[in-house]
Nanobody, 122 residues
Framework: QVQLVESGGGLVQAGGSLRLSCVAS????????MGWFRQAPEKEREFVAA????????MYADSVKGRFTISRDNVKNTVYLQMNSLKPEDTAVYYC???????????????WGQGTQVTVSS
């Protein structure tokens, strides 16, 4: 049974930082591209960042480029999202997910975690 469990969310002031973690079980993330998405209230789930399987190529949404960093530790079966210079508009539930290709397309991701809430106060 595949499970992705996110953690590290919380309440932070604007300008602050958080580090999200996503631990996988039931699969080896080394065989997958990994992505982070977010969903704010009454909005669609949107792409945030992705990291490839092999050479660890990364891609980011324009809204987070330069502030967020995605990384992975295949030994720990964990993917991370370091979020710096947080803004109130970053408030959302953040989800990690797996895909067989390195993409920002939500439809390509098959396994999803339950999400972790990030709230940024102004």
């Amino acid at each position: 049974q595949v499970q992705l469990v996110e953690s590290g969310g919380g309440l932070v002031q604007a300008g602050g930082s958080l580090r999200l973690s996503c631990v996988a079980s039931g699969l080896t993330i080394g065989g997958y591209a990994m992505g982070w998405f977010r969903q704010a209230p009454e909005k669609e789930r949107e792409f945030v960042a992705a990291i490839s399987r092999g050479v660890f190529s990364t891609m980011y949404a324009d809204s987070v480029k330069g502030r967020f960093t995605i990384s992975r530790d295949n030994v720990k079966n964990t993917v991370y999202l370091q979020m710096n210079s947080l803004k109130p508009e970053d408030t959302a539930v953040y989800y990690c997910a797996t895909a067989t290709v390195h993409t920002r397309s939500k439809s390509a991701y098959n396994y999803w975690g339950q999400g972790t809430q990030v709230t940024v106060s102004s």
